[in-house]
């Protein structure tokens, strides 16, 4: 498997609290993806990386942050979390961006209350 | 995870028997598509993966065919088993860093 570490595994929040969750990689890949899973809407692409501090939203990226000061990790923040942010988060990896597979972490299941 | 498969099409299939999950892809500029399985509680395993200059792809177990000009992706699991029980779904690159991904399909394996 490839070497992607997500943390933590599973979290409860409150409305209005910011979360962080973080994603961590052994592989060196230069592409990291953050994606959001829901019933019905598949894998819905949140923000992604290309390189050290580079960075672009995807296609639900309001209510989302992220940074990436390493090439190991990529973090995603959800600066003040709403009920609708509830779901599952994964984390992904890719060497050369669209040209090769992308590699998934295990996954943060994320529930606000 | 969990909540993956609650309104997802569902394949049921007998043990033994050969499986075939299939996907529309929505870009006809695509030219890399992977398929995957995530069984529940886990992220997206990769399965195997076709370029668009081939219409064919052979793993161990598992044959991607590719219909460029129906826009269309399948994934034939042979002597189907009970560890192939998951949720499978493809994903389509058209040389950009995204990647697009379809909602999946269940796959449940009948002893």
Redesign the interface.
């Known amino acids: 498997d490839a070497g992607i570490t997500q943390s933590p595994r599973h979290k409860v929040t409150e409305t209005g609290t910011p979360v962080t969750l973080r994603c961590h990689q052994t592989e060196n890949h230069r592409?990291m993806?953050w994606y959001r899973?829901?019933?019905?809407?598949?894998?819905r692409?949140i923000h992604?990386s290309?390189g050290v501090k580079d960075t672009?939203k995807?296609e639900v990226s309001d209510g989302y942050s992220v940074s990436r000061s390493k090439t190991e990790d990529f973090l995603l923040t959800l600066e003040s979390a709403t009920s609708s942010q509830t779901s599952?988060y994964?984390c992904?990896i890719?060497d050369q961006?669209?040209?090769?597979?992308?590699?998934?972490?295990?996954?943060t299941?994320l529930t606000v209350v | 995870?969990e909540?993956?498969g609650?309104?997802l099409p569902t394949l049921s299939v007998q043990e033994g028997d050969n499986s075939i999950i299939n996907c529309a892809y929505s870009n006809s500029a695509s030219d890399?598509f992977?398929w995957?399985k995530q069984e529940s509680?886990?992220?997206?395993?990769?399965i195997i993966?076709i370029r668009s200059n081939m219409d064919k792809r052979q793993g161990q177990r598992v044959t991607v065919l590719l219909n460029k000009t129906v826009k269309h992706l399948s994934l034939q699991i042979a002597a189907t088993q009970p560890g192939d029980s998951a949720v499978y779904?493809c994903?389509e690159?058209?040389?950009?860093?995204?990647?697009i991904?379809?909602?999946?399909t269940r796959l449940k394996v009948l002893a």
């Open positions: 592409y993806y899973q829901d019933p019905g809407h598949g894998l692409l992604y290309y672009d995807g599952v994964f992904a890719s961006g669209g040209g090769t597979e992308a590699f998934f972490g295990q996954g299941r | 995870g909540n993956v609650l309104h890399y992977i995957y509680g886990k992220g997206p395993q990769f993966d779904f994903a690159t058209n040389g950009t860093y995204k990647y991904f379809g909602t999946g």
